[in-house]
């Protein structure tokens, strides 16, 4: 049986192997095996995972010229980009669209940039409206947008607003999915309004090393973490403008018109939404019009990496919100982090290295729920559906009680085991 053997992220092979199946009897021998391949696994250091983003676990799993991904110690499985256009079904995450797969279209390799479709539904895009304008918290209502890491810089070059939902039911929803589409851990559900005319300048979502003292942000280092992708949601569509634009990336289709055709395109849409002329917004409106840009579209998102595999900051992932020409864009983001993200405690870079494993959670006594460490994941009992989740070794699941005098206590703890899943799944059940 031949596989190939890609470097973490990429689409092209770096070798292949030959497993000759009376040599090659365990996981630690295929490891070895992908070390004398891929230079960062010399020694059997790395992780090996299939297209999908599931670790092997099992030879047996493998079938010929199947495409293997190594993963080097303390690093992060990315999507493989491989051609434009391509689009591949995500198993293992559920659409809120009844038999209609999430699918990941490749809308660029460098930076890496995917159209994730059918991610939420018309419903789940109002509920995000709908409760965002509901919130009144100091902190989390909708506000003029900021910028940097204290979220206390208002910019001229970010006109949008933007609020905070961490706990309703949708945004935890949202946010199970992208755990279940990255496997990593996220900020809260950041939802944007963009009235006509309003953008934000091309940017960087990964943050500067020395934003602050207290947290090292260099994610290629060891313990350093930063910002690893982003999960931009539509929630609504855009007549016109408000597009998502990448300067460094390639436009979709080749561009046949000339600069000045460009620039007087980019003018007229300036003149539409009412732009300054010779502003920041005007000038960048000739970007979105010449470079890839992904127009809004309700219930369709944009995944795309901040970090290279190896941890470095992606320079290419420069992005900006276009001005918004005609019409109101609503938005919201999760920044996913490649460990314990700013203003949170620590934890063991093996333990967060660990491979997937799916999750199956039920109870047989009523009024519970189930958390992921503190945050609410369902509720679960005798006529509730089983809750499934993507997780790691070493995460920690609560059950808590979920109604009474004595609700949020904690009633059972489990603790991930890679060791006693079969065949990548454990099951879990609160027995009371």
């Given at each position: 049986?031949?596989?190939?053997?890609?470097?973490?992220?990429?689409?092209?092979?770096?070798?292949?192997?030959?497993?000759?199946?009376?040599?090659?009897?365990?996981?630690?021998?295929?490891?070895?095996?992908?070390?004398?391949?891929?230079?960062?696994?010399?020694?059997?250091?790395?992780?090996?995972?299939?297209?999908?983003?599931?670790?092997?676990?099992?030879?047996?799993?493998?079938?010929?010229e199947?495409?293997?991904?190594?993963?080097?110690?303390?690093?992060?499985?990315?999507?493989?980009?491989?051609?434009?256009?391509?689009?591949?079904?995500?198993?293992?995450?559920?659409?809120?669209?009844?038999?209609?797969?999430?699918?990941?279209?490749?809308?660029?390799?460098?930076?890496?940039?995917?159209?994730?479709?059918?991610?939420?539904?018309?419903?789940?895009?109002?509920?995000?409206?709908e409760?965002?304008?509901?919130?009144?918290?100091?902190?989390?209502?909708?506000k003029?947008?900021?910028?940097?890491?204290?979220?206390?810089?208002?910019?001229?070059?970010?006109?949008?607003?933007?609020?905070?939902?961490?706990?309703?039911?949708?945004?935890?929803?949202?946010?199970?999915?992208?755990?279940?589409?990255?496997?990593?851990?996220?900020?809260?559900?950041?939802?944007?309004?963009y009235?006509?005319?309003?953008?934000?300048?091309?940017?960087?979502?990964?943050?500067?090393?020395?934003?602050?003292?207290?947290?090292?942000?260099?994610?290629?280092?060891p313990?350093?973490?930063?910002?690893?992708?982003?999960?931009?949601?539509?929630?609504?569509?855009?007549?016109?403008?408000?597009?998502?634009?990448?300067?460094?990336?390639e436009?979709?289709?080749?561009?046949?018109?000339?600069?000045?055709?460009?620039?007087?395109?980019?003018?007229?849409?300036?003149?539409?939404?009412?732009?300054?002329?010779?502003?920041?917004?005007?000038?960048?409106?000739?970007?979105?019009?010449?470079?890839?840009?992904?127009?809004?579209?309700?219930?369709?998102?944009?995944l795309?990496?901040?970090?290279?595999?190896?941890?470095?900051p992606?320079?290419?992932?420069?992005?900006?919100?276009?001005?918004?020409?005609?019409?109101?864009?609503?938005a919201?983001?999760?920044?996913?982090?490649?460990?314990?993200?700013?203003?949170?405690?620590?934890?063991?870079?093996?333990?967060?290295?660990?491979?997937?494993?799916?999750?199956?959670?039920?109870?047989?006594v009523?009024?519970?729920?189930?958390?992921?460490?503190?945050?609410?994941?369902?509720?679960?009992?005798?006529?509730?559906?089983?809750?499934?989740?993507?997780?790691?070794?070493?995460?920690k699941?609560?059950?808590?009680?979920?109604?009474?005098?004595?609700?949020?206590?904690?009633?059972?703890?489990?603790?991930?085991?890679?060791?006693?899943?079969?065949?990548?799944?454990?099951?879990?059940?609160?027995?009371?």
């Open positions: 049986m031949t596989v190939l053997i890609h470097d973490n992220g990429e689409s092209t092979p770096a070798g292949s192997l030959y497993l000759e199946p009376k040599t090659t009897t365990s996981i630690e021998e295929l490891k070895s095996a992908v070390g004398l391949v891929i230079d960062a696994c010399h020694g059997g250091t790395c992780r090996v995972f299939d297209r999908y983003g599931y670790e092997i676990k099992a030879l047996g799993a493998l079938h010929d199947q495409l293997l991904f190594a993963v080097p110690p303390n690093r992060h499985f990315v999507w493989p980009a491989f051609e434009i256009g391509h689009r591949v079904a995500v198993p293992g995450v559920t659409s809120s669209l009844p038999g209609h797969p999430i699918f990941l279209e490749t809308l660029s390799d460098s930076p890496r940039v995917f159209l994730v479709e059918n991610f939420l539904s018309a419903e789940d895009a109002d509920e995000v409206i409760t965002t304008l509901g919130i009144t918290a100091a902190g989390f209502a909708l003029r947008s900021t910028t940097g890491t204290q979220g206390a810089v208002v910019s001229s070059h970010r006109t949008s607003e933007n609020a905070f939902d961490t706990t309703s039911p949708v945004a935890m929803k949202l946010k199970r999915r992208v755990f279940d589409l990255l496997g990593m851990r996220w900020d809260g559900l950041q939802v944007l309004r009235n006509a005319s309003k953008a934000y300048i091309p940017h960087m979502d990964y943050l500067e090393f020395d934003s602050n003292a207290d947290h090292n942000f260099d994610s290629a280092s313990g350093g973490t930063n910002r690893f992708a982003t999960v931009l949601l539509y929630l609504t569509d855009v007549e016109e403008g408000g597009e998502t634009v990448f300067p460094l990336g436009p979709l289709e080749k561009e046949t018109r000339t600069t000045q055709e460009i620039q007087a395109e980019a003018r007229a849409r300036g003149r539409a939404a009412d732009l300054t002329p010779g502003s920041w917004e005007e000038e960048m409106t000739e970007t979105c019009i010449s470079r890839l840009a992904v127009k809004p579209q309700k219930g369709r998102a944009v795309f990496y901040s970090q290279n595999p190896d941890g470095t992606d320079e290419r992932s420069l992005h900006g919100a276009c001005p918004v020409v005609k019409g109101v864009k609503w919201a983001n999760l920044w996913v982090w490649n460990g314990p993200r700013f203003g949170h405690s620590a934890t063991s870079p093996a333990k967060e290295a660990e491979g997937k494993i799916q999750a199956v959670f039920s109870s047989a009523e009024g519970v729920a189930l958390y992921w460490e503190t945050t609410r994941w369902g509720k679960m009992g005798p006529g509730e559906a089983e809750l499934k989740a993507m997780t790691y070794q070493g995460h699941w609560n059950v808590r009680r979920d109604e009474g005098e004595e609700q949020g206590a904690v009633l059972a703890s489990w603790t991930i085991e890679a060791e006693k899943a079969e065949d990548g799944v454990i099951q879990y059940r609160y027995e009371g």
